[in-house]
């Protein structure tokens, strides 16, 4: 995922300067030049700030598909949509991270205080590293894979305690993977990250047998409560 040209090319287009931008985002104008040139990223926490200020949507940010959510509210950037795609958006809504868990009937559990073997599977580079920054911070081991294949290849090969899997991914899509997963390590945690929170989606990863589900764009602790 190039977030560092989505910002450039944002940039450009409202005739901002990298100065300007700094200035709303309250950072330096060398932050926004190292982001463009993908030298460095935003913290996950700018991304509503980013959003916000370069008229960008999270998704388009963080390499996700628009949902329909998405081209509903912004139909001067969208192709237009017919009425049965506004229909189809209303029959399956798209759930906050509150509703997510009365899905799964999640309850906070107090971490067990010890560092965990976590596989984190997201097709996009940013969201890994973010994710990396995260548990490691707490002390967690993090092992990588870009999609769905390499997720049950590195299964194969290592003992792990909690895989975060993401649904939109090439190769083979987030649910194809946790059906898999939980056929062929069914004691296995794992826990759904993914902005396509579509009420049926999540019921989906329920049923296939996933712990929880973390709506993107996430808050660092909800994720740290579902892996302790």
């Not at 950072?27 to 980013?50: C, G, L």
Request: hydrophobic share 40%; glycine share 6%; net charge negative.
């Amino acid at each position: 995922m190039n977030i560092g040209g989505i910002i450039k090319y944002r940039r450009q287009k409202q005739n901002m300067t990298q100065g300007e931008v700094a200035a709303l985002l309250n950072v330096t104008p060398q932050a926004i030049s190292r982001w463009e040139m993908n030298i460095s990223y935003p913290d996950i926490a700018m991304v509503p700030k980013i959003s916000e200020v370069l008229k960008v949507s999270a998704d388009e940010l963080l390499g996700i598909k628009p949902l329909w959510e998405t081209d509903c509210r912004r139909q001067e950037e969208a192709t237009i949509l017919n009425e049965t795609d506004c229909r189809k958006q209303e029959e399956d809504p798209i759930l906050n991270q509150s509703q997510a868990d009365s899905i799964f009937d999640y309850v906070p559990i107090p971490s067990e205080g010890r560092g965990r073997k976590v596989l984190v599977t997201d097709d996009a580079e940013f969201m890994r590293m973010i994710l990396t920054d995260i548990l490691t911070s707490k002390g967690h081991t993090v092992l990588l894979a870009e999609n769905g294949q390499e997720c049950l290849n590195i299964l194969q090969k290592e003992t792990v305690d909690v895989c975060v899997l993401d649904i939109g991914m090439p190769v083979m899509d987030g649910m194809e993977t946790l059906r898999r997963i939980k056929k062929e390590h069914p004691d296995l945690k794992v826990i759904m990250l993914s902005a396509r929170s579509q009420e049926s989606s999540v019921k989906l990863t329920l049923a296939l047998g996933a712990d929880a589900f973390v709506v993107k764009p996430f808050h660092e602790e909800c994720l740290i409560q579902r892996t302790g």
